[in-house]
């Protein structure tokens, strides 16, 4: 972790108020799938916002949380190097990252590197891991592990398929929120001016 001073003012209020989003319920059911999903060699952690970044921080459980949910041969990340180098680190957090925009999470949803290594936004980790077990849970591809109950379902598109004639004919109509031109017609209506010409 980055040696800093401690903030003061508007930057300590701003790191305040994100560290408030961090949810602990969140965090306990966030260990327990990742637990769930890598398999039963991983331990998990004490409660607590530094003892989950602390078990994250190092990228290797992400890796192999992204490469659980392919099928064997076909894991994104080839090779996880257990390092003690921080630059090696931050390199697998950011193949998790890249992996999981690939798999499917949107780019909103993806935290930065530096909020898991620094723990400035452990609440975007949260969020990062929350996007990924519902993609997971709604891809339905056989990978998902754990509990159904963890993470909702993203909702799927429904596209409609409609035959040329029904195309032509919705070309006819006039929708509804362009008014109506029924009763209409110009019967009583003078041209501009046509008032001051009669007096």
């Known amino acids: 972790m980055a040696n800093r001073g401690p903030s003061y003012g508007l930057s300590r209020e701003v790191q305040e108020k994100i560290e408030q989003k961090y949810d602990p319920e969140l965090e306990s059911r ?28 190092d990228g290797t459980i992400l890796c192999r949380l992204i490469n659980s949910l392919y099928p064997r041969g076909k894991e994104p ?29 949107i780019t909103t949803d993806i935290f930065q590197t530096v909020d898991l290594w620094e723990g400035k936004d452990m609440a975007a980790v949260q969020r990062t891991l929350m996007a990924l077990g519902s993609v997971a ?33 919705g ?17 009583g209506m003078t041209g501009y001016g046509m008032h001051r010409q009669i007096m």
């Open 30 to 57: 966030l260990m327990d799938w990742i637990v769930a999903q890598c398999g039963g060699n991983i331990e998990k952690p004490q409660p607590g916002k530094q003892n989950f970044q602390n078990w994250l921080m």
């Open 77 to 105: 990340i080839k090779k996880i190097p257990e390092t003690p180098m921080a630059f090696k680190q931050m390199e697998k957090i950011s193949q998790f990252l890249q992996a999981a925009e690939a798999y499917g999470v």
């Open 137 to 169: 849970l709604t891809k339905d591809d056989g990978h998902y592990r754990g509990n159904r109950d963890w993470f909702h379902r993203k909702s799927q598109g429904n596209r409609r398929e409609f035959s040329e004639e029904q195309l032509r004919q």
């Open 171 to 187: 070309q006819n109509l006039i929708g509804l929120q362009m008014g109506s031109n029924h009763g209409a017609s110009q019967a």
